[in-house]
């Protein structure tokens, strides 16, 4: 461990896989971030040339650590892979399409400061500056998937800019900062999330648990969306509806009738179905 991470140490935790595209800016903006202690890569078998990539960073930088996975386990395994090679107090979950600046992370220690009970995200935008839609969420709305096909999905909460902090029920897994005790005291991600959704469940348990879930407004980070991705689509899609299904069973599956239950499957598997053939068809 970096005997470094003092009492405002930030360790940055990324996961990457087929990620040679978008890793090096990435580390070199999380190298560059004020009060960055530690950085932990874990690398889900890729083969693009991303681990050679991270290798260079850390024969450069000794707060880059870098574990390499044979296999691909999932992202939420390697969330806590990286955080328990880690020991500073605050954690910074961190896409390997992320860009940080050299503010953003001690900006968002600065609003959950004294009060260690907070998961924060930030305003995400795309190359074009665009908001992106996902960085402030509401809860999926099962009912709403019954009543009209595929509303769970639709899950965007516009941002409200009167309030620096915003207040929403989960924020994007892009970019999730918080600290330690806290992460600690959720047991960190679901492992039974193998891609998607996993950031729906750790802000619903941070809820539960008392947590004060939000998206920093005034913390603008540039998203260059689904590049590890790109090369399997199908792979992508299936997990993204197994996902929500996971979260149905744990969250409202027990609160509901045997046909709600039934419902919800047919819908989540039929919309997959739908967006399989899209993507075959593109």
Known sequence: ???????????????????ASTIDACLTRLRAARDVVQ??????????????LVQRHAARDPRVHFIGNPDNPGFSVGCNQGAADSNAPW????????????DSLVRLRAHA?????????????????????????????FGAMLRTAGRAGQL???????????????ASGALMFMARGLFERLGGFDTGYRLHAEDLDLCRRARLAGAR??????????????????????????????????????????????????????????????????????
């Open 213 to 282: 879930v939000a998206v920093a407004n005034d913390v603008r980070v540039l998203h260059i969306r689904g590049v590890s991705s790109r090369a399997r689509p199908l792979f992508v899609e299936w997990h993204k509806h197994r996902g929500l299904w996971r979260y149905f069973q744990k969250f409202e599956a027990s609160r509901r009738a045997p046909p709600i239950r039934i419902g919800v499957w047919g819908v989540i598997w039929a919309h997959f179905a739908i967006a399989a053939t899209v993507r075959l068809l593109r």
């Open 39 to 52: 950085i932990r890569v874990v690398d889900n078998a890729s083969n693009d040339g991303t681990l050679e």
């Open 91 to 102: 954690l910074a979950f961190v896409n390997p399409d992320l860009m940080v600046e050299a």
């Open 156 to 170: 965007g909460v516009p941002a409200d800019d009167s309030r620096v902090v915003q207040d929403v029920d989960a």
């Open 1 to 19: 461990m970096n005997s470094s991470a003092d009492a405002g140490g930030i360790a940055a935790v990324v996961v990457t896989h087929q990620s």
């Open 113 to 141: 400061q004294g009060a260690q009970l907070w998961l924060l995200g930030v305003d995400l935008v795309d190359e074009a500056g665009q908001r992106d839609a996902a960085a402030r969420r509401r809860d999926p709305d």
